[in-house]
């Protein structure tokens, strides 16, 4: 027997009922069936056909026959950065920078537009993604002789032979500036967009993650000028999705923690706050986060470096992280810091364990931010606090290969180590870290949540390898980091993650079975529906 649970908001019927498919609800029992009911902004009801038909059905019910097709939980993005992702290519396409070739050449064409002695920019691209995978130096750069050039890696920044002459530098033979950018001269760092066009940029990028089968995102860096776009857009009813933003404070970072009006959970289900977050390392692709052990030899070749015994960089120190982050605790926030390599995770953990024995960590949901570099005595620490993390597969399917060639197989053991987390109790949701383009799949990082499915099952790398599968996870746990383990990160578990009565209807119609269908088909699923707050608000055009 099937039964219907049912809370029907008005007697004349639901307004919306989905019929005829394959309800994955991503309850507590992952339960499946075949009809949902919505009244307003509220699931209703699901269970069969003909329960929900003959329970929910009034005279201004408009039906929608799925003819089979499944429906999942509205999907949760966990990590982006919308307002930079929004503005690289609003007003030009990006080419594929894939190889020195491709970014020599993007030098050529700007330098034919651009004035002598203007700066050249190349977009961010990692040497992981090279396919010669190591870092360009000032000559691959020096193609454009009379133009200061600089190859944007993150915190890692490569300049060419111009770029060292004007800016007097003198010690870096190599053109690579470790967290040094502050050292170039006459670099224009403003970029020269409009705040009317950053509004629509960011508007923009938010509808193309609605039409990729998201209904919420994790903006995971956001500044007082984010917040305010954010604010604009919801006061003017443009906001496509929901938004949990998380603050990251430059400068004065006590003082702000003191005088800020918000915390974590300020605001509604559109649009509020989640964690407060610092930078605590640097990154893995451009050799900078913060290792338990030195990079090794492969690390000169990938990254540039010089010397053998470097580990990264740490940002803040120790004393310094447990002061901000008490602060910060003390004022109500859920905390975060981003910590990819395996170093900085032992010291952010460190200081969680700090504020842990003052008072009990895990009711803030605290979690590590990437955490890329894993260990099983980390992990363990993360469950007996009750630390989550927020995880993202582009990493391991574009960077895996690299990195294995600096790190060895016994080095990324541990790496994006998802079987791990669920074994030892560790809550994850997952995200894409999506920052630059505007194609789900082709971007940096890319936002199509099913090739993050995918890479979760699989674990194979867009080279074709594979990389430890013993770590590998099931659909249905990879489903739930991208829904009801997401919205439990973000405070929202009794809300939405999960097609159940009295949750907000955040759903999404896909084009085939995620369960069944082939396992590399799962990477080019694709959203034929979302249904956001129980309005269909993007549809597959045919």
Known sequence: MILCLTFSLASAGADLILHNGKIITVDSAFSIHQAVAISGHRITAVGSDQAILTAEKGPHTRLLDLQGKAVLPGLIDSHVHTLSAGLSEFRAPLPPLDSFAAVQDYIRKQARKTPPGRWIIVPRTFPTRLKEMRMPTREVLDVAP??????????????????LEISGITDVPTGILKNAQSRLKGLNTRDGFTPEEKLQAMEQMLQRYVAAGLTAVGDRAVSSEDFALFQKL????????????TWRPTGDVLQQLRSAPYTTNTGDDWLKFGAFKQTLDGGMTIGTAYQRHPYGPFGKQLYGHTDPDDRGQLFIPPARLLEIMTAARDRGWQ????????GAIDVFLDTLEALDR???IAPTRSHLMHASFQSPAAIQRAAKLGVLADVQAPWLYHDGPALEKVFGP???R???PLRSYIDAGVIFAAGSDHMIGFDKTKAVNPYNPFLSLWTQITRQTDRGTVIHPEERITRQEALKSHTIWAAHLQFAEKQR???????LADLVVIDRDYLTCPQDQIKIIQPVMTILDGKIVSQLQK
């Not at 919801?234 to 933003?245: E, F, I, T, Y």
């Not at 905390?335 to 395996?342: A, E």
């Not at 993650?497 to 949750?503: D, F, H, V, W």
């Open 234 to 245: 919801q006061s003017q009813k443009r906001l496509p999705l929901r938004v949990v933003m």
């Open 410 to 412: 016994e080095g990324m």
């Open 335 to 342: 905390l975060t810091t981003h910590d990819q390599g395996g």
């Open 497 to 503: 993650g999960s097609i159940e009565p009295n949750k």
């Open 358 to 360: 003052a008072k009990s």
């Open 414 to 416: 541990y790496f994006f």
């Open 146 to 163: 009379d133009h200061p050039v600089m190859f944007d890696a993150s915190y890692t920044v490569v300049v060419n032979s111009k770029a």
